[in-house]
C-alpha cells in the first residue's frame, strides 16, 4: 500500500511539473473581452476586425448614420433613414472604416511606392497590399483599434480618402436622414456634429502617435471640434475597452474627466 501511494504521489508531481511546463512556453492569445485578462495589441487588420466586432457587439450602429447592424454584418438602411447612392448591395453590407485613412496613414512609407514588393517589374506590388506584406509598423498602424469604427460599406467607398471638413454650399439631405455630406470636386465631408468631437480625437491621436503630417489648417480644425464637442460617456467606455485589449488610452479622451470637462489644454 505504502509503495502504491508514493508511486502515485510521484506520479502526480510529474504531471504537475508538465503542465506548468506547458503552460509556460505556450503562448497565450486571448480571443474574448475580459477586464481580467492581459491582451495583445492586433497584429493585423483581419484581427483587429474581429476585435473591432466584440467591442460593437453591445451597441450595433454604424459611426456616420446610427444604422443597425446584425451579428452577419447585414445593415438596416430603414433604421437610419439612409439614402442608397447607386450601390444597394454594398450599401447593406457592413465594413470597417479607418476613420484616418489608409493612405494617409502610410502614403509617406517606402512600401506604398512598392519598395520591398518588386521582385519582377511586371510583379510589382504597391500600396496597401505592399505595405500590409513587409511593413509590421503598417501592419500596427493599420490594426490600431482607436481608428476602426463600423459603417455602411457603400458610404465608406464614398467617403474614400476624402479630407473633413464643413461644407455649408452642399444642401442636407444627400444620405437621406444621414447627417454626411460629400463634395466629390473638392474632396470633403461633412460628418455630423455628434462625430466631430471623437474624429477630432482620433486624428489628432494618430497624427502624434505615428508621426503624420497635418496641415495647419487640419490641426486647427480638430483642436477646434476637439474643444467643442468633449467626449461623451459612450466615447470614454469606448476608449476603455480599447485600452483592455491593446494596452493604450486615446490621450484625447482621457484629457476630459467623466462630467466632460477639460482637465488641460493641448
Known amino acids: 500500500?505504502?509503495?502504491?501511494?508514493?508511486?502515485?504521489?510521484?506520479?502526480?508531481?510529474?504531471?504537475?511539473?508538465g503542465i506548468g511546463l506547458v503552460a509556460f512556453f505556450v503562448p497565450f492569445r486571448p480571443q474574448t473581452l475580459s477586464s481580467s485578462v492581459a491582451f495583445e495589441h492586433p497584429a493585423n487588420f483581419p484581427e483587429a476586425k474581429?476585435?473591432?466586432?466584440?467591442?460593437?457587439k453591445e451597441n450595433r450602429r454604424t459611426f456616420y448614420c446610427g444604422c443597425r447592424f446584425d451579428a452577419y454584418g447585414k445593415v438596416d438602411l430603414k433604421s437610419c433613414g439612409y439614402k442608397v447612392q447607386g450601390d444597394r448591395r454594398r450599401a447593406q453590407r457592413l465594413e470597417w472604416e479607418h476613420i484616418v485613412p489608409v493612405s494617409r496613414i502610410a502614403s509617406h512609407l517606402p512600401c506604398w511606392s512598392g519598395k520591398g514588393c518588386c521582385e519582377e517589374p511586371k510583379e510589382c506590388i504597391r500600396g496597401r497590399r505592399c505595405c500590409q506584406k513587409v511593413d509590421k509598423n503598417f501592419q500596427h498602424m493599420e490594426a490600431?483599434?482607436?481608428?476602426?469604427?463600423?459603417?455602411?460599406g457603400e458610404l465608406n467607398a464614398i467617403r474614400s480618402n476624402f479630407r473633413f471638413g464643413v461644407l455649408p454650399h452642399v444642401k442636407p439631405g444627400q444620405f437621406g436622414q444621414c447627417e454626411f455630406k460629400v463634395d466629390k470636386n473638392i474632396r470633403r465631408v461633412e460628418p455630423s456634429a455628434s462625430k466631430r468631437g471623437l474624429i477630432a480625437r482620433t486624428y489628432l491621436y494618430m497624427a502624434d502617435t505615428y508621426n503624420i503630417r497635418l496641415s495647419d489648417a487640419q490641426r486647427q480644425l480638430f483642436k477646434a471640434w476637439n474643444n467643442q464637442f468633449p467626449p461623451t460617456q459612450e466615447e470614454i467606455a469606448w476608449d476603455n475597452k480599447i485600452a483592455a485589449i491593446q494596452k493604450n488610452h486615446n490621450p484625447y479622451i482621457v484629457n476630459y474627466d467623466m462630467t466632460g470637462e477639460k482637465r488641460n489644454e493641448y
Open 1 to 17: 500500500m505504502t509503495s502504491r501511494r508514493r508511486f502515485s504521489v510521484k506520479g502526480l508531481i510529474i504531471c504537475l511539473v
Open 50 to 56: 474581429r476585435f473591432a466586432k466584440q467591442l460593437f
Open 144 to 152: 490600431d483599434l482607436h481608428n476602426l469604427v463600423p459603417e455602411i
